[in-house]
């Protein structure tokens, strides 16, 4: 049984190797991606309420803030949790991802992740007091958390080559389209309705979701890992289409799960095939929000208004906002085409010196000039009006535009889909929420730790660190992250497996 079964395995081992590109490219030639474009959006609704709940705060704030009702009224010290106890939510969801990916599914995963968010709005909407509305921010957290770790993986295990670079980028492009949805709602909504309104728009995208899911098939590898093999080959038909040779992915497919039927013991944790992919992933998640990604989004409004750039800090946002949608469309469009690790390097460059650009900036333009007093905090700054002296404010607006896009070109999207794509199976679903949980416990530190570094060495310093960071970026890339472009899954594990990297050419 045993060559029989490895003749079936992958195209690489079945046939030369001239003969299994052809046939994979045939194969690629004839799917039908109709269905699975619709699955992928059923899922990516998820991250749209991801991004929407994450800069909730931006327009909500200086409503709460001047509230007449004291229990509802944010201050300095509450205004800045009501912020960032979002992140905390999201860790514990992730961490909770770790049993639910394994236990429900992928699908199923996504889909309760829909009560904790309408939970979490439904308690924004109708607050009442301070702890409603801090404890709406952690539930709708945990279920981004949720999304996160299981969104990305349900795509890239849905997904087939030709598509799945593309496809991995979606998560990135709703989280954008969300947050710039809440934005526009955010400035105009409330001219006809009260502030509760955004909470309650929260929670058309989470009903829609739920209800489009409902109707999507589960992952074909993980029905295969819980021995439903009928429902497993249903899944892949119907995503791929009936009248393609969907049967040769299943043969693949299923060997690869065979191979991982068993958990994963602590002993195996020793294996290279286990521990190298978690680590690139972890090290990934760690390093994309070590750059700063997050709190340079979460303090961008009063960011702008220190350096005294020459908009209005709002439309700043929007406009940052824009330039990050753009770039990430044009990851997904370049993805499957130039690879992975170019758009990395390219993306941890700009980075590098947008960071670089912001740090001397500040340090060096005198105060007069960039706008910064001596005696005045980023959060009070937010509430100066913004007087722009000379032309020469457009730098900090510049190297933020430069440095969202350098982020949403690659080290946004690319972290996610690399996380899905190369973690093994048999690990995925725990491993994709330890991810989750090390990107989002390293997202609150910074956040945290930002201002009371601001306010105590200046605005320049996190932007030199950020920079520092950046350089890493590069040479982690250049050291750690394999090139996946083209590569089925299988192919991925196979070379973490042997080490071979003749599977990844």
């Given at each position: 049984r045993e060559p029989l079964v490895r003749k079936t395995s992958s195209s690489y081992r079945t046939f030369p190797e001239s003969t299994a590109r052809r046939l994979d490219k045939e194969y690629l030639r004839s799917l039908h991606n109709?269905?699975?474009y619709l699955a992928v959006f059923a899922a990516v609704l998820g991250n749209f309420s991801f991004g929407f709940a994450l800069v909730y705060p931006s327009p909500v704030i200086p409503v709460l803030e001047a509230h007449p009702s004291p229990a509802l009224r944010l201050d300095q010290h509450t205004a800045p949790w009501f912020g960032s106890v979002f992140t905390l939510g999201a860790a514990a969801g992730g961490l909770s991802t770790m049993l639910l990916n394994d236990c429900l599914g992928r699908k199923m995963s996504i889909m309760f992740s829909a009560l904790p968010s309408a939970l979490g709005y439904a308690l924004l909407a109708g607050a009442q007091g301070l702890w409603m509305l801090l404890l709406g921010r952690v539930l709708t957290g945990f279920a981004g958390g949720v999304t996160s770790a299981s969104i990305p993986v349900y795509i890239s295990e849905i997904s087939h080559p030709g598509v799945r670079g593309m496809l991995g980028a979606c998560?990135?492009?709703?989280?954008?389209l969300g947050s710039l949805v809440l934005y526009a709602l955010g400035k105009y909504l409330w001219l006809l309705l009260d502030?509760?309104?955004l909470a309650v728009a929260g929670e058309v995208p989470v009903l829609a979701m739920v209800l489009l899911l409902s109707f999507m098939?589960?992952?074909p590898r993980f029905l295969l890992s819980q021995g439903k093999e009928e429902e497993a080959l249903g899944s892949l038909c119907?995503?791929?289409?009936?009248?393609t040779d969907y049967a040769r992915e299943y043969e693949q497919i299923k060997d690869?799960?065979?191979?991982?039927?068993?958990?994963?013991?602590?002993?195996?944790?020793?294996?290279?095939?286990?521990y190298k992919p978690i680590l690139i992933a972890g090290g990934m998640r760690f390093l994309q929000q070590l750059s700063g990604v997050t709190c340079i989004l979460v303090y961008l409004q009063p960011i702008f208004k220190k350096t005294s750039v020459i908009l209005k800090a709002e439309y700043d946002a929007a406009l940052v906002g824009l330039v990050r949608l753009s770039a990430v469309a044009i990851a997904a469009v370049s993805m499957d085409k130039a690879g992975r690790k170019i758009l990395l390097f390219v993306s941890a460059g700009v980075m590098l010196v947008s960071n670089l650009t912001m740090g001397l900036y500040i340090h060096f333009v005198p105060a007069s000039h960039n706008g910064t007093v001596a005696n005045t905090t980023l959060v009070s700054s937010a509430n100066l009006p913004a007087e722009p002296t000379n032309y020469i404010t457009l730098i900090p607006l510049l190297a933020t535009m430069f440095f969202i896009m350098g982020y949403a070109m690659g080290w946004g999207p690319i972290t996610w889909l690399l996380m899905s794509e190369i973690l093994p199976l048999k690990a995925r679903g725990v491993a994709s929420g330890l991810c989750v949980v090390v990107s989002w416990l390293t997202a609150f530190t910074l956040t945290q730790f930002f201002l009371p570094v601001v306010n105590t060495f200046g605005l320049e310093v996190p932007f030199l660190f950020f920079a520092i960071i950046s350089a890493g970026n590069i040479l982690f890339t250049g050291c750690c992250v394999p090139e996946t472009k083209g590569r089925s899954l299988e192919q991925i594990e196979a070379f973490f497996r042997t080490g071979r990297r003749s599977f990844l050419r």
């Open positions: 109709k269905r699975l998560p990135q492009i709703m989280a954008v502030w509760r309104w098939p589960n992952s119907w995503l791929r289409g009936e009248d690869s799960v065979r191979k991982q039927s068993r958990r994963v013991s602590c002993a195996e944790l020793k294996d290279p095939f286990l």
